[in-house]
């Protein structure tokens, strides 16, 4: 089985690195006049799987947004994600689940198992209870051609709190990383990645032994801005998928006006890496 890391370096070299986001919360449905029940967040989420499709080479859905609505909620869920397999695009899970022991292990199953009905291509996860709570994750992840993303550097102000605290003379982020940098270190294409936020102005940690992909929330409405991702990210920009969700989806609720702010959003992400490229 291809593995994750390599399939997502085939379609990013094909369809560019923009990952669109999936966040159909109470706003959005109500910007786009949808009712506030399960028939206004199928419309909304299947919609932007219908915009999407064919445009970038991933998106991500947030988990939390489809489990408020409860049993029916997590319908809609899985058939979001059966209509990107069935599309060709990559699916990865913003459920950032973290636990230990059985518990972990049931979550791998619920989001990584082949042929599980919430199985996506890539699950973000938690490493704050340790980073070996992870396993179960990880295990199942190499096992069914999946990916992992850790949360190393996230884009929220208290964050630091945690991943900039130091342990052993180094911050627990740039452990974090390093744990899975050693993942990565005989692949081709790492599939396990981290989380680094877009709102940063320089690196804290050192990603360059990294050797996987790198999600970059923060695109858009939080304030980052294309350019930026090279700038903050220097040599590693190619292996990031800077992601954005609000600024896309503002554009519907028609799904053409949605694909073409997509491909808008696309092409500036691309240009920004670009020059940054030909200027370094």
């Known amino acids: 089985m ?34 506030l029940d399960v028939s206004g967040l199928e419309k909304c989420a299947r919609t932007m799987v219908e915009a999407v499709a064919g445009q970038v080479a991933v998106v991500k859905p947030q988990s939390a947004f489809f489990e408020a609505y409860g049993a029916a909620g997590i319908r809609v869920l899985e058939r979001v994600l059966a209509d990107c397999r069935e599309g060709g695009t990559l699916t990865l899970l913003d459920a950032k689940r973290g636990d230990i022991g059985s518990t972990m292990a049931a979550y791998a199953q619920a989001y990584l198992a082949e042929g599980a009905p919430l199985s996506a291509d890539a699950i973000t996860v938690s490493p ?9 994750a990880i295990t199942l ?11 190393a550097r996230t ?24 744990r899975v940098a050693e993942l990565n270190a ?30 970059v929330p923060g695109l858009g409405a939080q304030g980052g801005q294309p350019e930026h991702v090279g ?10 998928l800077p992601s954005t969700s609000r600024d896309v989806m503002s554009a519907g609720p028609d799904p053409v006006a949605v694909a073409e702010r997509v491909r808008t959003v696309a092409a500036q ?9 030909v200027a370094g």
Do not use: K
């Not at 704050?128 to 709570?133: H, N």
């Not at 992400?269 to 490229?277: E, F, I, K, Q, Y």
């Open 141 to 151: 992840a190499a096992q069914n051609g999946r990916g992992v993303f850790v949360l």
């Open 128 to 136: 704050y209870l340790g980073f070996d709570s992870l396993t179960p």
């Open 269 to 277: 992400v691309r240009d920004g890496l670009g020059a940054t490229s």
């Open 186 to 215: 005989e692949a081709e294409h790492g599939s396990y990645g981290i989380v680094y936020g877009l709102t940063h102005d320089a690196l804290d940690l050192d990603l360059s032994r990294l050797n996987g992909p790198i999600l």
């Open 231 to 240: 700038r903050l990210f220097g040599a590693q920009a190619p292996a990031t």
């Open 155 to 178: 884009s929220n102000p208290a964050g630091a709190e945690v991943q900039l605290a130091e342990h052993d003379g180094r911050p627990v982020g740039q452990h974090v990383v390093d």
């Open 2 to 35: 291809e593995c994750f890391g390599a399939r997502l370096a085939t379609l990013t070299a094909e369809h560019g690195q923009l990952c669109v986001g999936i966040d159909p919360h109470p706003e959005m449905l109500t910007a786009w006049d949808l009712p």
